[in-house]
């Protein structure tokens, strides 16, 4: 009689045979799409989401926020800005307002460009050699006032922004970006006094003609009492 052959229990480093080995379910068992989802969803965030929509910036709005402060805010785009080691470029003069016989209101557009501070420089026209350079004016700003006018008197205004790498440029006399001119009105004084210098004219005459109309109306009434 054969002997039957002595079983043995399975060594920990046996190698089971193909058909007994546990297949594994992911990822060869999991569509293509579900492994994308699930790679994406068990990934580190470790990217930022890139920005679609631009600032609510306005280079010409009077006490405008830089555009860096709003990025802080709110992650959004701002225009190209050179850096604070270069000059800066032209500011845009906009318009000149609320003008009277002595003082105008000066408005300008930001250049893209850091500035510290911004600058008027202006003269009466014809009297280049004699213009006045109002300085210190805060780089938030889009607007400023000029006092001390002559009224009824046309002038040159140019806006000058500045950093420590200098100032930008300005062309004289020409109608242009960074520069314009405007006149004042005339002035009130001198019109109230025209005008009372022509009121007590005719008031002279009319007393004048006046007298002479009764001095001709009253000689011939005394002819005819003579006679």
């Known amino acids: 009689m054969n002997a039957r052959p002595r079983e043995t229990p399975h060594s920990p480093h046996q190698t089971l045979p193909l ?27 470790n990217f930022t989401a890139t920005p679609s929509f631009s600032c609510d910036y306005d280079p010409c709005h009077h006490l405008q926020k830089p555009c860096s ?14 850096g604070e080691d270069t000059v800066p470029d032209s500011p845009r003069l906009r318009e000149v ?14 250049p893209n460009s850091v500035v510290d501070t911004y600058q008027l ?20 700003a889009r607007q ?9 008197t046309t002038y040159w205004v140019c806006v000058i922004a500045s950093n ?9 006399e020409i109608l242009g970006s960074p520069c314009t001119q405007f006149t004042t009105k005339p002035s009130y004084k001198s019109i109230f006094a025209v005008l009372s210098l022509a009121s007590g004219v005719f008031l002279i005459t ?11 109306c009253k000689k011939p009434h005394a002819e005819h009492k003579g006679l």
């Not at 060869?28 to 492994?35: C, T």
Request: include cysteine.
């Open 121 to 140: 420089a202006y003269h009466a026209k014809g009297s280049e050699k004699s213009q006045i350079l109002v300085g210190e004016i805060y780089p938030t």
């Open 164 to 172: 420590k790498a200098g100032s930008s440029q300005t062309t004289s």
């Open 97 to 110: 307002s609320e003008t009277t016989d002595t003082s105008a209101l000066i408005h300008w557009c930001a």
């Open 19 to 45: 058909s007994q080995k546990t297949l594994p379910t992911f990822p060869l068992l999991i569509p293509l799409l579900w492994q994308q989802r699930w790679t994406l969803l068990h990934s580190p965030k």
């Open 206 to 216: 009319t007393i004048v003609l006046s007298v002479c109309l009764y001095q001709k």
């Open 144 to 152: 400023h006032t000029l006092y001390k006018l002559s009224p009824d």
């Open 69 to 82: 402060e709003l990025q802080i805010l709110s992650p959004c785009l701002c225009p190209g800005v050179s």
